[in-house]
């Protein structure tokens, strides 16, 4: 199987800042859990983020004393020792996943967008982080069109 996970907001916790507009908190632990688990059973993970490319290069971003702001995605899967787990990470350039996602084959997406989930074809899975907790009911766009 094919299991795909958004990054921001899915595999990290951020919260709004007035100081920096979104601030990294640290990890989903029960999405990497999770990311674990479909890698370790065999399953076949990639990150799939909105994220622009080329700004990854100016990543992580820290604030004054050190602490990260916003990670890069590579430096986050370092942090977590969770790369070897990641077949490849794609960045859709601000553009909806569901085009990535049909190209890869993926049988199975998590994110927090509803707008993303609501753009699955029909032969993906959808999978609703919020607030930090993996929503176990499976989403279909069909279902909730």
Known sequence: MIV???FDDTLTATRL???WGIR???PNNQAIAKLKQHAN???TVHIVTSR???QEDRLPELDEYGRVIRHS????????DIHSYIKDIHFTDGRLKSEVLKRLGANMHYDDSMEELGALH?????IHVRDGEIIEQPFRASRHA
């Open 122 to 126: 029909d032969d993906t899975l959808g």
């Open 73 to 80: 995605v590579k430096s986050f899967l370092e942090e977590q």
């Open 17 to 19: 800042d007035d100081d």
């Open 41 to 43: 059973d065999g399953d």
């Open 24 to 26: 990294y908190m640290g």
């Open 52 to 54: 622009k490319p080329h």
């Open 4 to 6: 795909t996970f958004d």
